[in-house]
Nanobody
Framework: VQLQASGGGLVQAGGSLRLSCAASRSISGDVLMAWYRQAPGKGREFVAIITVSSRITYADSVKGRFTISRDNAKNTLYLQMNSLKPEDTAVYYC??????????WGQGTEVTVSS
């Protein structure tokens, strides 16, 4: 499985971005898909997750501002990010967990929020 993340960029605080993660094959059967991020000098942290049954969980730091969704017909995972803050600056990674071959990660897309 290959995951291609896109949609990152430079945005002012309070702005919005929509990240996409396109998979190379069907995602409809994957156990879960998620977004993680890694800020400069920090470890990778959980952002949001959506399961095959569409159960969603967010990190407290993004709750109410970010929305995760998946379009199985397009084999794509999304992350709508609103009310962005400078502390959201990070490289954002998507991942998927398959039923048989484990976890796969995308290459990351960089988000920079200026104050």
């Amino acid at each position: 499985v290959q995951l291609q993340a896109s949609g990152g960029g430079l945005v002012q605080a309070g702005g919005s971005l929509r990240l996409s993660c396109a998979a190379s094959r069907s995602i409809s059967g994957d156990v879960l898909m998620a977004w993680y991020r890694q800020a400069p000098g920090k470890g990778r942290e959980f952002v949001a997750i959506i399961t095959v049954s569409s159960r969603i969980t967010y990190a407290d730091s993004v709750k109410g501002r970010f929305t995760i969704s998946r379009d199985n017909a397009k084999n794509t995972l999304y992350l709508q990010m609103n009310s962005l803050k400078p502390e959201d600056t990070a490289v954002y990674y998507c991942m998927t967990r398959t039923t048989d071959t484990g976890d796969y990660w995308g290459q990351g897309t960089e988000v920079t929020v200026s104050s």
